[in-house]
């Protein structure tokens, strides 16, 4: 392991005999609102200090989305701001990967007098393993921790079964779920001011801006506005204005109608808490609050699933028999369906709406995914990646949960043979041809018809269609019966 070599330099050394400070450590929570880490740090009674260490190349080898990286930096800069009018200041650091980082914390730890440092839990194997390596260090230099869970409803491995197993259907999942939540929730308060303090600067600290940032264009930026505001802008007028007919609207991509605040709970800019409290409080009860309490529990249920199954942070698939598929290694056909150019207009406007604002509507993502992964059975993993490496709201739980259901490899998954045609999804949940024509003006002026497989009046510049739909379906079902007989 790197050791990291921290020297103390110009600045002031708040309490360096006998007064200690209490540490706290963000991650992809980036508010002061229901953050139990900074909420109980705050309470100790002790000073508090706040840190953010970035990792460029792991977020390069996790494949995380230039849009993501942004949205943390900006959220970053709101942070910095809400904490500092809690006297509480947001120091940066940097290094390569997670290894570095126990060495990185220690040396923190010792300089500015820690005495406990707090966190809130992340699940996936990389970061458990990050974190049992800082907990391990802190144990040996007097430093005490405490990790909780922020991210979830419940806690992770308390949604069991009579036998004690984890579920792996999400319907008794999600109904012994809503059994265990006590109402109200408990959520936690923004800290109270605390008494101003100073501590040294040290060497390898940063300033926010000279993180090693990646670029994104501004439309993307005013599409996703960062900060605990606008995420509660964005949770109000949703349920002021849409959650009553979300489950008429929720499959219409051309229609505004869900909440898009999935960047927002990626990164832990509101949480999941504030989300649920929402729909008990303001909403009133009826089919549509409870369906999209029951997506809120599909973000619980894959999750839990992530903390069950180590393997699903090490790309294998949840059903292990379904490794033995030999999907088909077609570099073409692949870069059609990432540009956006497979000539079935569904699939290109889907894939053209992630690559110009990071994100794609919930339908679209089962009919891209479904499409990659069973006509053209390509290997699940591969768009999985192109996904993360795109989209704003980038989640390891949410993102393999997704990509496995539709490749029929996953938990609780589609079953193999029911497959999305392309085309009579089109016709179904765009049936104007909206959002094709949005964002593909060159088939503007097909008919309604038309646009859903234009073939007499495609204009030149639209390709063909890269396959033909029943080819592909007889190709995969004859797969997946072959699995049943290895
Ligand atoms: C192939 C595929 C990949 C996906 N990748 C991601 C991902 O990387 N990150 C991500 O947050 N979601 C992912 N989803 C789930 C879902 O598409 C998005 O959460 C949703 O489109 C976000 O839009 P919204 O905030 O308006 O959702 P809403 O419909 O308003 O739902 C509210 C919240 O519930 C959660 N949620 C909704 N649907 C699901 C679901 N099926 N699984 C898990 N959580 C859900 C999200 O946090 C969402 O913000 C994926 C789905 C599929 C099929």
Partial sequence: MLAVKLLPVMGWAFGSKGMRNQLV??????????????????????????????????W???????????FWRRNLHCLYDSLAELNITLHFFQVPTYQQVPDLITSVCEQWNISQLHFNQQYAVNEQERDQHVVDVCSQIDVQTHSYNEQLLLTPKSVRTKVGEPFKVFTPFARQARQQMQEPLVMLPAPKRQNSIKVTRLREELELQDVSWVSVGKAVQDMWPAGEESAEVKLIHFYENNIQSYEQNRDSPSVSGTSQLSPYLASGVISIKQCWHATTHYCGRSDSVIVWQNELLWREFYNHILIDYPQISKHKPWKIKTDTIQWRDNETELRAWQLGQTGFPIIDA?????????????RLRMITAMFLSKHLMIDWRLGERWFMKHLIDGDLAANNGGWQWCASTGTDAVPYFRLFNPVRQSERFDPEGKFIRHYLPELSALSNKEIHFPIKNRPEEYPMPIIDLADGRKRVLAEFKALGTK
């Fill in 25 to 58: 450590w963000f991650r992809n929570d980036l508010r002061i609102n229901d953050n139990p880490a900074l909420f109980y740090a705050s309470e100790s009674g002790e000073p508090t200090i706040a840190v953010y260490v970035a990792t460029p190349q792991q």
């Fill in 60 to 70: 390069q080898l996790h494949d995380d989305a230039h849009s993501k990286i942004d």
């Fill in 350 to 362: 889907a894939m053209r709406q992630l690559l110009s604002c990071g994100w794609m509507h919930n």
